[in-house]
């Protein structure tokens, strides 16, 4: 069985690492040549999370290379931002039956990818694992997690993915097939939801969140707001079990930076659009308000233009903690049982 994982990040290399364990012929497909050129000479490092390090050889190639193989499975793992630019260049690297299972966060990846496979094909991969791309070579594990797997359409699991999750179980990975995908979905954008925008304008780790003033407002604000949405979806989720969740993440990420942080950092457009934006855009088709995941997205908005604080003491830190910056104000008041931005 051939599989390739298509992306470099964070996550994508961390996968490339264990796959190429399991499935010596599993290929990466990088986005740059220089990426390409530098795991062939130096090999993908990876850190796990005892601070041991393993070097690993594996087949990488430039996904922009013409002659590449046919795969069974596709892990891909490239930004949401990025789904669409590559949809195109995905059928030549595919055959009739070929799976992909998409890692993205947020929603509306399947959309980006209509017309290009048929949906019984396409598989949603949601993992809480946290990893951090510390070079175009090397990867840290940074939060154990685990990963559910989930078909789009209703229908069969195909002999392809059941082999490849067969094998991945088997170890000592925290991997399983979901029948209710839909829900694990809606459960991921709600820790996203949270920790990704809130970790970004506060420059701050996933651990450090919790000990952030103004972060239980904000958090029970996002939730109110997420939980409204998914149950005009068809989605019931419990507002406890969120938190939860969301805390035994930044608890067992501590050491992670949120992806949305990391894309600051680099000047990158960030997936907001697909996670408090989704939450916005979802709000607005049943007719939901949505004040904080509103206000949150256009503040990363600004984020992506003007950079974040070097400290969190500055700026967005202020908007977030109800101070008043630029006659601009970030603070949350309860009216009616929900949180609102004043």
């Excluded at 998409?102 to 694992?129: D, I, S």
């Excluded at 960030?270 to 308000?289: L, M, P, R, Y």
């Amino acid at each position: 069985m051939r599989i390739a994982v298509w992306g470099g990040g964070s996550i994508g290399l961390l996968w490339a690492g264990r796959l190429a364990e399991r499935f010596p012929e599993t290929i990466l497909l990088t986005r740059t040549r220089e990426q390409r050129d530098q795991i062939r000479a130096n090999g993908l490092r990876v850190t796990k999370r005892n601070g041991r390090e393993s070097l690993h050889s594996v087949y990488v190639e430039w996904s922009g290379d013409h002659g590449l193989p046919v795969f069974d499975v596709i892990f891909l793992a490239v930004k949401q931002t990025d789904v669409a630019k590559i949809a195109s260049e995905l059928p030549r690297v595919c055959h009739s039956s070929t799976d992909i299972w998409l890692w993205q966060n947020g929603m509306g990846q399947e959309k980006q990818l209509r017309g290009y496979f048929p949906q019984e094909h396409l598989y949603h991969a949601v993992t809480t694992e946290g990893a951090m791309r510390r070079g175009l070579s090397h990867v840290e594990h940074t939060g154990e997690g685990e990963s559910r797997i989930g078909q789009i359409s209703e229908g069969n699991v195909s002999p392809i993915t059941e082999k490849t999750l067969s094998i991945l179980s088997s170890s000592e990975l925290s991997i399983a097939y979901d029948l209710d995908i839909k829900r694990v979905l809606w459960e991921k954008l709600a820790i996203n939801s949270v920790i990704n925008p809130l970790t970004s304008l506060w420059n701050l780790s996933n651990g450090d969140l919790l000990d952030q003033d103004g972060f239980k407002p904000w958090m029970e604000g996002i939730l109110d707001e997420v939980v409204q949405v998914a149950a005009f979806e068809g989605t019931a989720l419990e507002p406890r079990t969120l938190v939860n969740k969301i805390l035994a993440v930044c608890k067992k990420t501590a050491a992670n930076q949120s992806s949305m942080l990391q894309d600051l950092k680099r000047g990158k457009k960030t997936e907001i659009d697909f996670i408090n934006g989704a939450v916005v855009a979802k709000g607005k088709q049943h007719g939901i308000s949505t004040p904080v995941n509103a206000k949150l997205t256009q503040l990363v908005y600004r984020a992506e233009e003007t950079g974040i604080p070097v400290s969190g003491i500055q700026g967005f830190h202020h908007l977030l903690t109800g101070l008043k910056v630029g006659g601009d104000t970030g603070c949350l008041t309860k009216e009616d049982g929900r949180w609102t931005p004043m």
